[in-house]
């Protein structure tokens, strides 16, 4: 069982930058498959970014939606990072962690097993 904690988020300005992390409470994530999605009001989970599992010193590939390409970067050490920046309204959401043991089918919410309890972040104009 994974226990995934989230931290970061908030609310900012458009053209803001935010940074949320995600860690595994007593184990390591190093064999996961990580993922970032949100949830806005009314609509359904959407895949943000995703990080695959360490292997060896390569670095990890990693995967982006549309929507936030060249606006995020996802990363790792021995947590999960997503670095947001220029910010829109449309960010607005509820976002949240994920992992995986795979690296497949990277944005269906589905494939993934274990998820951080969500945090928001507010985007204003």
């Known amino acids: 069982q994974v226990q995934l904690v989230q931290s970061g988020g908030g609310a900012v300005q458009a053209g803001g930058s935010l940074r949320l992390s995600c860690a595994a409470s007593g184990r390591t994530i190093r064999s996961y498959s990580m993922a970032w999605f949100r949830q806005a009001p009314g609509k359904e989970r959407e895949f943000v970014a995703a990080i695959r599992y360490i292997l060896g010193g390569i670095d990890p590939p990693t995967l982006y939606a549309d929507s936030v390409k060249g606006r995020f970067t996802v990363s790792r050490d021995h947590m999960v990072y997503l670095q947001m920046n220029v910010l829109k309204p449309e960010d607005t959401a509820v976002y949240y962690c994920?992992?995986?043991?795979?690296?497949?089918?990277?944005?269906?919410?589905?494939?993934?097993?274990?998820w951080g309890q969500g945090t928001q972040v507010t985007i204003s104009s």
């Open positions: 994920a992992a995986k043991t795979s690296w497949s089918d990277n944005d269906n919410p589905d494939r993934y097993d274990y």
